[in-house]
């Protein structure tokens, strides 16, 4: 034999160090590497069979579609063979030598923290193959490319470090994988065992699967049958199957009709969003079906983009069989059917919003960015999704939260407008000077936390006929007499010459400076003439150099004991008054969250608090 036939190549880091979990760290569960594997062959007689319908030309195309397994319990090996697409000699170093996905460091920094439980994570990740190390101690592969010029290799590896190519004359297309069984793993060498195990995890496979030459499952179309007719554990399987994972789903939606269109739906909500843990996007989970045969896997514009969290499947007589993904995002028919199945979906989440709170609240902590995504860029669905949406607000409880329609309900009699107002924490917002007035007049804000919820207000302007306001708007149109006039206020004149004097001593900090009819505990706040200062915050935020604090509206309150101290101060000591009021300014500008690094200002505390403690 000629050695140097045989190419040595070094799995990439992230490989090594995800096969050193699998074969030193995960003990339970093991069985489910078979599930991957023939998940694997599938996807590989999937593609096959998408060539012929598109009429490529493929290596030994009269094979029959199917996958073999060999259970040999005397020699203790098992061996998954597939008519799929095969690998050429550069497909088996991409595929099985690296892990191609984005957020692959965060995944095996989530696989070792919860090593031996989460089994489930490798498929979902995208890492199936890698699985069968669990099992074996070594695994082999034999695999030709349906491409006709292409040769048969045969790949191998103990798992640790590195894999062996070289060429293999002789093999037909698709791919072999014998996996030579670790001592303790002697039992996946039995077919009973491994029946058990396809029948569990596997009975949705839409091939033929046979294992010691004996046809194992049977093939069926679920989404087809009747809702009556199907048990909530096939369901449960079946989406398993299809989503690769562990767990029950979140919520499923089966839903058929005739008219406008004939259509077959069936989609679920997974238990997890993996987007929420810096995994990279998630691809689309739903692959479209004409009469029960697939015609493409996780298909992009079936569902509109913020859908892509979820898992399922659509099936309508009226796509054509060789609908590429180019063609599906001009087809017209492909939008209806996207059109009618979101509305769907949006109905069956109005409706578990409402009769089963707790399970929407799950919901939403997992999902929300998807709904705040669909409300900020789908303006089909905008009104729908708007009313999903759930917020803190004044007058929540620490886990609760509150929907726009709640909000309405509950509004004040002689309210007019929904009021809002951004910040970091519940806290911080109720701390703020924007919300006395509110309080002294028992009327509830909604307090967002993501400028996405500004920005989604913003768009929509309007719910139920009432205006979205931002609290720190100038002109908030509150529906009460202002404030309790509990303490006696600076005298007319005397503010308007307060107001007069820090109008030239402030300059262009400020672009108007007015007596408030909103405060109640604080002496002053800022409001921004032309947007909310989430907005402005956020900028700053995103880009450093952003220009600094736009000046805006000076708000004071005659009847604050530092108002009035400063109204007398002016005449007795200027340069303190001058000081005090440029620290005025500034504490309001705080409270608006506009000064990010506050050290800039403790030379003039000091020198005020040296004339206080004087
Ligand atoms: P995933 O299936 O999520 O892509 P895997 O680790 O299971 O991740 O497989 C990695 C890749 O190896 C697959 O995407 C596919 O390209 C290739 N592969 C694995 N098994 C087969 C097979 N039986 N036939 C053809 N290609 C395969
Ligand atoms: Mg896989």
């Known amino acids: 034999m000629d050695v140097n036939a045989s190419q040595k190549h070094e799995f990439q880091t992230e490989v090594k160090q995800l096969l050193d979990i699998v074969i030193n760290s995960l003990y339970t569960e093991r069985e489910v590497f078979l599930r991957e594997l023939i998940s694997n062959a599938a996807d590989a007689l999937e593609k096959i069979r998408y060539l012929q319908i598109t009429g490529q030309e493929i290596a030994d195309s009269e094979s ?16 998954i063979t597939d008519t799929g697409i095969g690998m050429t000699q550069e497909e088996l170093v991409k595929n099985l030598g690296t892990i191609a996905h984005s957020g692959s460091k965060e995944f095996i920094r989530r696989l070792t923290e919860s090593a031996s439980n989460d089994v489930n994570l490798i498929g979902q990740f995208g890492v199936g193959f890698y699985a069968a190390f669990m099992a074996a101690r070594k695994v082999t592969v034999y695999t030709r490319s349906y491409r006709p010029e292409e040769e048969s290799y045969v790949w191998e590896s103990d798992g640790i470090g590195e894999y062996t190519i070289e060429a293999a004359p002789g093999h037909p297309r698709g791919t072999k994988i014998v996996l030579t069984l670790k001592d303790d793993a002697f039992q996946f060498g039995e077919p009973e065992t491994i029946t058990r195990i396809i029948k569990q995890y596997s009975s949705f496979v839409p091939y033929p699967i046979l294992l010691n030459g004996d046809k194992v499952n ?8 009747n809702k009556n007719e199907i048990p909530d554990e096939e369901y449960t399987e079946f989406y398993k199957f299809l989503a690769n994972a562990h767990d029950e789903p979140l919520l499923r939606m089966h839903f058929s009709a005739d008219a406008p269109l004939a259509i077959h739906s069936l989609l679920f909500l997974p238990r997890d969003n993996f987007e929420r ?7 689309p989970g739903v692959n479209v079906y004409c009469k029960k045969v697939l015609i493409m896997e996780q298909a992009k514009d079936i569902l509109p983009e913020w859908l892509r969290f979820v898992k399922g499947i659509i099936d309508s007589e009226e796509l054509p069989l060789n609908i590429s993904r180019e063609t599906m995002q001009d087809s017209a028919l492909v939008s209806k059917i996207n059109r009618v199945v979101t509305k769907q979906l949006l109905k069956q989440l109005e409706e578990l919003a409402t009769d089963d709170k707790e399970r929407y609240q799950e919901f939403w902590d997992k999902f929300s960015m998807f709904i705040k995504e669909g409300a900020a860029s789908d303006f089909t669905h905008r009104n729908d999704l708007v009313k999903l949406l759930r917020f803190d607000s004044s007058q929540t409880a620490a886990d609760e939260f509150v ?17 809002y107002i951004n ?29 996405i919820d500004d920005y989604i207000f913003s768009l929509v302007g309007e719910f139920d006929g009432k205006q979205l306001l931002s609290a720190d708007q100038t002109d908030l149109n509150l529906p009460g007499a202002p404030v309790s006039a509990e303490k006696e206020s600076l005298s007319e004149e005397d503010l308007n010459s307060l107001i007069q004097w ?112 004087s």
Do not use: C
């Open 277 to 283: 843990y810096g995994f990279g996007r998630t691809e």
């Open 403 to 419: 929907s726009l329609s709640d909000y309405v309900s509950r509004m004040k009699e002689e309210q007019t407008a929904i009021y």
């Open 423 to 451: 910040g970091l924490s519940k806290e911080s917002i109720a701390a703020s000077p924007y919300l006395e007035a509110f309080r002294d007049q028992q009327i509830e804000v909604i307090f967002t936390h993501d400028p």
């Open 64 to 79: 029959a579609l199917e996958i073999q397994i060999e259970a040999d319990k005397d020699a203790h090996t098992l061996t």
């Open 502 to 613: 820090l109008k030239e001593t402030l300059q262009e900090k400020v672009t108007e400076v007015r007596a408030s009819a909103r405060l109640v505990d604080s002496p002053a706040l800022v409001l921004n003439p032309h947007s909310a200062y989430s907005m402005q915050r956020m900028m700053q935020m995103v880009n450093k150099d952003a220009p600094g604090i736009e000046a805006g509206v000076l708000e004071i309150n005659g009847r604050h004991a530092i108002i009035q101290r400063l109204h007398a101060l002016r005449s007795s000591d200027a340069e303190f008054a001058k000081m005090a009021a440029e620290q005025l300014l500034e504490n309001a500008q705080i409270a608006a969250g506009l000064i990010l690094d506050p050290r800039g200002m403790v030379h003039r505390l000091n020198a005020i608090l040296e004339k206080a403690l």
């Open 218 to 225: 049977t093939i069926q179309a679920i989404w087809t049958k």
